[in-house]
């Protein structure tokens, strides 16, 4: 056993659930400044020492990965406005157009369902273009150059 001084977790997390099954659609977890993700405590020595390395703990985190792609282990800096605006888009009720301004997969939103849908329930092929379980189809496409400031 070895001691570990605990982590400050400070952080918010919106992962929206499939319609289907439940699962996460996305995981969406926002950090605060000085802080770290949910789950930081459980994390291997390894992990964290890497996570200090390159996370810069003056900004705001966010922590994206959806069924086009995702940002990595560590994440980016967000602004504040890009952090209301998120959090905004993933509160009920949903605005199509506020999500889509913030991932190109929309976080596996179907507009046409008005629900959210895992990876696996968009049956994604290997060009990147998705189903529903409704037959809609989408592109999930993985660009991943949502920052917008
Ligand atoms: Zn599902
Ligand atoms: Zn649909």
């Not at 390395?53 to 966010?62: E, H, T, V």
């Not at 660009?143 to 917008?148: D, F, K």
């Amino acid at each position: 056993m070895f001691f570990r001084k605990k982590l400050i977790i400070d952080s918010i997390c919106l992962d929206p659930q499939c319609s289907i099954c439940g699962f996460p659609s996305a995981k969406i977890e926002i950090t605060n400044a000085h802080s770290y993700p949910n789950d930081a405590n459980s994390w291997s020595w390894r992990k964290l020492r890497s996570y200090n390395k390159y996370r810069d703990f003056n900004a705001d985190y966010l922590i994206y990965s959806g069924p086009g792609g995702g940002n990595g282990a560590i994440g980016d800096p967000i602004s504040i406005e890009r952090k209301k605006a998120i959090i905004k888009a993933f509160t009920k009720p949903y605005d199509f157009e506020e999500i889509k301004n913030q991932f190109y997969d929309m976080a596996g939103f179907c507009i046409e369902c008005n629900k959210f849908y895992c990876p696996a329930h968009w049956n994604v092929n290997t060009n990147g273009y998705g189903h529903c379980p409704e037959g809609h189809g989408k592109s999930l496409d993985p660009h991943w150059s949502p920052e917008m400031e």
